[in-house]
């Protein structure tokens, strides 16, 4: 499965940015989707994530109420629309699908084995 992120950028703190992860697969309604992030000099990070069936959602505890994960299932595309930015924020961004997650481990990327590129959020004060 190819992962190709989009839609990173540098904004002030406050500001919106949308990214969007495009897929390769066509059973991508099998796949646990999620969004990790890393900053310099920290370890990845899950960011929110989303189960195949019941299309659950879950957040980071920093991130809850401003960010937003969807998947657009026709699409074979999954997004995560961030608002309220803050500088805290500012990390490489990574999506990660894989069909046997379980919900135990929707939260942890060892989990999960395929990955984006990662794509660079800044976020400045």
């Known amino acids: 499965v190819q992962l190709q992120a989009s839609g990173g950028g540098s904004v002030q703190a406050g500001d919106s940015l949308r990214l969007s992860c495009a897929t390769s697969?066509?059973?991508?309604?099998?796949?646990?989707v999620a969004w990790f992030r890393q900053a310099p000099g920290k370890e990845r990070e899950f960011v929110a994530g989303?189960?195949?069936?019941?299309?659950?959602?879950s957040y980071e505890d920093s991130v809850k109420g401003r960010f937003t994960i969807s998947r657009d299932n026709a699409k074979n595309t999954v997004y995560l629309q961030m608002n309220s930015l803050k500088p805290e924020d500012t990390a490489v961004y990574y999506c990660?699908?894989?069909?046997?997650?379980?919900?135990?481990?929707?939260?942890?990327?060892?989990?999960?084995?395929?990955w984006g590129h990662g794509t660079q959020v800044t976020v400045s004060s």
């Open positions: 990660a699908v894989d069909r046997g997650v379980i919900v135990s481990s929707v939260r942890d990327s060892r989990a999960y084995h395929n």
């Open positions: 697969t066509y059973t991508f309604r099998e796949y646990v």
């Open positions: 989303v189960r195949r069936n019941t299309g659950y959602t």
